[in-house]
T-cell receptor
Framework: AQRVTQPEKLLSVFKGAPVELKCNYS??????LFWYVQYSRQRLQLLLR??SRESIKGFTADLNKGETSFHLKKPFAQEEDSAMYYC???????????FGRGTQLTVWP | NAGVTQTPKFRVLKTGQSMTLLCAQD?????MYWYRQDPGMGLRLIHY???????AKGEVPDGYNVSRLKKQNFLLGLESAAPSQTSVYFC????????????FGPGTRLTVL
């Protein structure tokens, strides 16, 4: 079975502080993982794909197969990072993504 | 390109009424999806389609029907709306097997009284 767990519903940090949004997955095969971001009342946007190993808006995420994790990190949070973040897994059913329940990040000034 | 668009943006229904939500994409994507988003539940897949004329059930298909008569359109129908179907509905599309990330529409906010 495929499953994505985001253990924190809510996460608050101050501007300039480091932030880490946790994502753990359950999948026996080789996973493809994504982070999506949703700003207030907007559509979901793709933030990162693990296969591209890129940094977008200062965010990075590393796939750790041993710990089955794909945590999202940013060294210095900004107020504009406040949003809902979803971790998603592409599992065995091609084209189908399994989403976590999301973490609402608030960055205080 | 408009990307993924959804019609309508908002709708209020009474219990028992029916309606159809329209999703359109202009990216020539093979795959299309309907999700519902509820507080604390994240995104749950209702139905999806891997090509014109095909549909498949997702995680929460009961009470919904879909059709994909044209590649660019994916319709979500509620035959007899219930208050439990009050939600924000998102449509998404993707190229499919090789480029799997999904592009989302702006959402439809549906309230069933």
């Amino acid at each position: 079975a495929q499953r994505v767990t985001q253990p924190e519903k809510l996460l608050s940090v101050f501007k300039g502080a480091p932030v880490e949004l946790k994502c753990n997955y359950s999948y026996s095969g080789s996973p493809e993982l994504f982070w999506y971001v949703q700003y207030s009342r907007q559509r979901l946007q793709l933030l990162l794909r693990h296969i591209s190993r890129e940094s977008i808006k200062g965010f990075t995420a590393d796939l750790n197969k041993g710990e089955t994790s794909f945590h999202l990190k940013k060294p210095f949070a900004q107020e504009e990072d406040s949003a809902m973040y979803y971790c998603a897994l592409q599992g065995s059913t091609l084209g189908r993504l399994y989403f976590g329940r999301g973490t609402q990040l608030t960055v205080w000034p | 390109n408009a990307g993924v668009t959804q019609t309508p943006k908002f709708r209020v229904l009474k219990t028992g009424q029916s309606m159809t939500l329209l999703c359109a994409q202009d990216m020539n994507h093979e795959y299309m999806y309907w999700y519902r988003q509820d507080p604390g539940m994240g995104l749950r897949l209702i139905h999806y389609s891997v090509g014109e004329g095909t549909t498949a059930k997702g995680e929460v298909p009961d009470g919904y029907n879909v059709s994909r008569l044209k590649k660019q359109n994916f319709l979500l129908g509620l035959e007899s709306a219930a208050p439990s179907q009050t939600s924000v509905y998102f449509c998404a599309s993707s190229y499919g097997t090789t480029l799997t990330w999904q592009f989302f529409g702006p959402g439809t906010r549906l309230t069933v009284l």
